[in-house]
């Protein structure tokens, strides 16, 4: 029995369409409003979107006088795409005053797959599979960190590039617990501060990296990074670490140092000294 040929839809670096092996409409793509719209109706792939709602996403503020007749042609280049790929004329309709897109069943989108991985990737953890963990985590932080149409500031790209750093702090921290519970602290320290380095305010980050800096053997490290995140809070935010990390924080001081003191980043040892809890609102 013959198999249909898989779709493969990029919108994430290059916006591409792959049927096979061909590389489909790569002229068409390059034209920003024609990458624009067909990113827009992928990552809404299966639902109804109003065309003021495309015009703002192609126009922004400035939709020119004809910008319905604008959008009509752009989306006519978008269904030639769609047509070369294989797919028939039900892929893009227009209905009601909106457009909708329908890919085929089984077309891979690499921002669809992206969600989906790390989804699959807690589960495997929670589910005790470190080793499907780290597969599908690696996976899904591969796709995340590609950029989101590169070069556009639209609402909606900034949005979308929002929830694209949030599937990839997932993914590094599944990566990071799971090798942490593989018994491998050097690389849960080293996924860990990729997180931390991706999203400096969000204390979670800090908390595993310190955990994991522990688990490698470095108390040291870990309390520099509890400094790091202290430090930050307070100068950026007028804020003070929550309670688990500061929980986090008083237990790494309550550990056994051995000499009582710990080196510092130049290699110096430094006394470390209980600092004083912050006053509760």
């Not at 624009?36 to 792939?45: E, G, I, K």
């Not at 009509?72 to 047509?83: D, G, H, I």
Request: proline share 5%.
């Amino acid at each position: 029995m013959a198999i249909a040929t898989q779709l493969r839809v990029s919108v994430l670096g290059d916006v591409t369409v792959v049927a096979g092996d061909r590389a489909i409409g790569v002229a068409s793509l390059a034209g920003r409003q024609n990458r624009l719209l067909f990113a827009y109706l992928v990552v809404r792939h299966g639902r109804s979107v109003p065309r003021d709602e495309l015009a703002d996403a192609l126009w922004a503020d400035a939709p020119p006088a004809t910008w319905e007749k604008a959008l009509t042609v752009v989306a006519s280049k978008v269904r030639a795409v769609l047509a070369e790929a294989g797919t028939d004329s039900s892929a893009l309709t227009s209905a009601r005053g909106c457009y909708r897109l329908d890919l085929p069943e089984g077309t891979w989108i690499d921002i669809v797959e992206a969600a989906n991985t790390v989804d699959d990737a807690e589960a495997a953890l929670h589910a005790g599979d470190l080793e499907s963990a780290k597969e599908r985590g690696e996976l899904a932080e591969s796709l995340a960190r590609l950029p989101f149409l590169p070069g556009e500031d639209g609402v909606w790209v900034v949005a979308r590039r929002r929830e694209l750093e949030d599937v990839r702090v997932r993914a590094l921290a599944v990566l990071s617990d799971a090798s942490l519970q593989a018994g491998d602290a050097a690389g849960a320290a080293t996924w860990a501060a990729q997180a931390v380095a991706l999203e400096p305010f969000r204390e979670t980050v800090y908390r595993r990296l310190m955990e994991a800096s522990v688990a490698a053997g470095d108390r040291a490290e870990a309390l520099r990074v509890y400094e790091r995140c202290r430090r930050l809070l307070a100068d950026e935010l007028g804020a003070f670490p929550s309670p688990e990390t500061e929980a986090v924080y008083r237990r790494l001081l309550a550990q056994p140092s051995g000499d009582g003191e710990d080196s510092s980043a130049d290699g110096r040892p430094t006394t470390v000294r209980p600092r004083r809890a912050p006053l509760e609102s």
